[in-house]
């Protein structure tokens, strides 16, 4: 999966001298795990994860 980067560039002076300028860039890494036969212990046990508030996980069942 493809690192999003959001930048954004903001005046360093509130009034003059536009050509000076700060930047400033968000990094959001995705990561995706494939997880072939899973079992209801190996889903408890992932729902239970205890992570960051800043990480997202989000579970999908997806039978064939």
Known sequence: ???????YTVLKSP???KDSREQFEIRIHGRMIDIVSATSDTIDSLMKLDLAPEVDVEIRSMNK
């Open 1 to 7: 999966m493809p690192t999003k980067i959001k930048k």
């Open 15 to 17: 009034h003059v001298n």
